[in-house]
Every structure is written in C-alpha cells, then in structure tokens.
C-alpha cells in the first residue's frame, strides 16, 4: 500500500501542515481564495485537536519500545507508526502517512509527555 509517506518524510512541519490543511480544505467552497497560512493554520489546528485521540494509541509501552529500540531511525519510525495507526483503524481523513510524518516531526515524547 502506497500511502504516500515518501511524498510527505522530506517536508518540514509547517510545509506539512499546510498540506494537511489543503486536504482537508479540499472541496470546501471558500468565499475568497485562501493562501498557504490559511492551509497551515487549518492544518495545525487539526492536527493539535487530533493528537489526544492519537496519543491513546502512540503513547503504548509496546508502541513507544519499538520506537526507542533499534527502530530509532525515521523512515522505520514512520513505518512503525503507520503500522501502528493501521492496526488501530484510526479514523482519518488524511492520508496515514501524513499523519505519521507529523507525528515524527512533531515528536513522539513530546506527545506522550503531554498531559
């Protein structure tokens, strides 16, 4: 399954975010045009609402063992969290590869430091 990950693992966060937000916007009838800071705000505060229905599934002693382990490095990180995102039949409306890329990007012991 081509998810796409590759698309997204070189892109930086805001880069992502913006394409997130232009995902999800897809389709919407805007009343003007809307600019990439509109994306990337859109797509940041998706993604910021959704990391607490995430972080329930990422932050696991098995998930989090996998990704400290051997897995360190980020294309296996991102695997193994597309794997875990997969498993957990998340529901998103995103591609799962975006989300995992900014689950990296973003950190996952900084998600599961969170309170």
């Given amino acids: 399954m081509d998810d796409g990950y ?6 930086t966060q805001d880069a992502l975010l913006t394409e997130i937000g232009r995902m999800l916007m897809a389709g919407a009838i805007h009343g003007k045009p809307v600019n990439d800071e509109e994306y990337r705000w859109f797509g940041y505060n998706w993604f910021m609402s959704f990391r607490s229905d995430i972080r329930t599934i990422v932050c696991k002693p098995d998930v989090l063992v996998q ?22 039949a998340v529901h998103c409306p995103i591609p799962l590869g975006s989300l995992a890329v900014a689950l990296i990007n973003y950190g996952t012991g900084r998600l599961c430091d969170e309170n």
């Fill in 6 to 11: 590759d698309k997204y693992s070189g892109l």
């Fill in 67 to 88: 990704l400290r382990g051997s897995n360190k490095d980020r294309n296996s990180a991102i695997g193994i969290l597309m794997n875990t995102l997969l498993a957990a």
